[in-house]
C-alpha cells in the first residue's frame, strides 16, 4: 500500500515537473522568467487593470506566504502603469499576469537583488530566485467596475439622505428633550416622572410593543445625550443617521437600567445622576467629572 502511494505521488510529481518542462519560459523585460501552466483564451489583463489572484511564495522549497492561508483566499490587485511606476521595477507576480488570462495559472521566478537578500532569513543561505505559484481568479472588467461604481454612489446618496434624515431627526428629538429637562427643572412633569431604587429617574414616551429587553441582548439604539445642568448635548446617534447597536449591560449603569424599563421599540427620556453614570472620572473632554445626565433613548424592534 505504502508503495502504491508511493508511485502514484512519484508519478504526480513527474508529471507536473514535465508540465513545467515542456512550458517555454518566458524572459520578461522586468528579468523575470513566466512558465504558463494552462494558457486559457482570452484576453491578457492589462497595464492599469485590476484582479484577483491566489499566489503562494516559496524560497527554496519552504511556503512563506500564501493568499490562502494567510489572508483567507484571492485578493485583489491592480497592475500599474508606467507612470504609476515611475521608474520603479514591476513587482515579479504583476508582471507575470500581462501574459495570463481569467484561470490562467503560472510559476514565476524572481531573481533576487541586494534589497530583497537583506530581508531573506539566513536560514535559507544563499537564495538566487524567490518562486511564485500563480493563478489569476478573476479579471475585473471595466463592466464590473461600472457597477462597482454605481453601487458605491447609490450607497454613498443614501449614506448622505440617511444622514440628513437623522440630523432632522436629532433636531427634533433635541426640542423633546431640551423641554423635558426644563418642566423637569421646574417641577412639572407631574407622574409622567418616575424613579428607580437605584435612583435613575425617567420618563416613558412609548413603552414599545415588542420584547422585553434584557442584559445580553443586543439591539440598534438611537440616542441623544447631553448634560443636566445646561442641557449642552456631547454625543448624538442622529448625527451619524443610524442607530447604534449596543450590548445591553455593556454601558453605563443608568443607562442599561433605562433600556430595561422598555420593550424593543420603546422611547425614553432618563435622568441618569453622576454615580449611575461617568462618576467622578467624567468622560474625555465632553462629561465633567461628577456630571447628571440626560439621555433620550429610542429602542430597535
Do not use: W
Not at 434584557?214 to 448634560?227: A, F, M, P, Q, R
Not at 467624567?282 to 447628571?292: K, L, T
Amino acid at each position: 500500500m505504502f508503495f502504491h502511494k508511493f508511485v502514484c505521488f512519484f508519478c504526480f510529481l513527474m508529471g507536473a515537473q514535465a508540465l513545467v518542462a515542456q512550458s517555454k519560459p518566458i524572459n520578461t523585460p522586468y528579468g523575470n522568467r513566466v512558465i504558463l501552466h494552462t494558457k486559457k483564451e482570452g484576453v491578457k489583463m492589462a497595464a492599469g487593470q485590476a484582479g484577483t489572484i491566489n499566489v503562494n511564495t516559496y524560497v527554496i522549497d519552504s511556503l512563506v506566504q500564501s493568499t490562502r492561508r494567510d489572508f483567507g483566499g484571492a485578493r485583489e490587485i491592480k497592475i500599474p502603469t508606467e507612470s504609476d511606476l515611475a521608474g520603479k521595477k514591476m513587482p515579479a507576480v504583476l508582471e507575470a499576469l500581462l501574459y495570463m488570462t481569467q484561470g490562467d495559472s503560472a510559476t514565476v521566478f524572481q531573481p533576487v537583488d541586494s534589497a530583497m537578500a537583506k530581508a531573506i532569513k539566513p536560514m535559507f543561505g544563499d537564495v538566487k530566485e524567490i518562486r511564485y505559484e500563480l493563478k489569476l481568479e478573476e479579471i475585473i472588467t471595466a463592466e464590473i467596475m461600472l457597477k462597482r461604481e454605481e453601487e458605491a454612489k447609490k450607497m454613498m446618496e443614501a449614506q448622505v439622505k440617511a444622514t440628513a434624515e437623522g440630523k432632522t431627526r436629532g433636531a427634533a428629538v433635541a426640542t423633546t428633550v431640551n423641554t423635558t429637562l426644563s418642566e423637569y427643572k421646574d417641577k412639572k412633569l407631574g407622574q409622567k416622572l418616575k424613579k428607580t431604587s437605584s435612583g435613575l429617574e425617567y420618563v416613558i414616551l412609548e413603552q414599545g410593543t415588542g420584547a422585553p429587553i434584557k442584559d445580553g441582548d443586543e439591539i440598534s439604539t438611537h440616542y441623544y445625550g447631553c448634560l443636566k445642568a445646561n442641557g449642552n448635548k456631547f454625543d448624538t446617534s442622529f448625527d451619524q443617521g443610524a442607530p447604534i447597536p449596543f450590548g445591553v449591560g455593556q454601558l453605563v449603569p443608568g443607562f442599561n437600567e433605562g433600556m430595561k424599563l422598555l420593550n424593543r421599540g420603546g422611547k425614553a427620556i432618563l435622568f441618569i445622576p453622576s454615580a449611575l453614570g461617568y462618576g467622578d472620572q467624567g468622560a474625555g473632554d465632553v462629561i465633567p467629572p461628577n456630571s447628571d445626565l440626560v439621555f433620550y433613548i429610542e429602542m430597535g424592534l
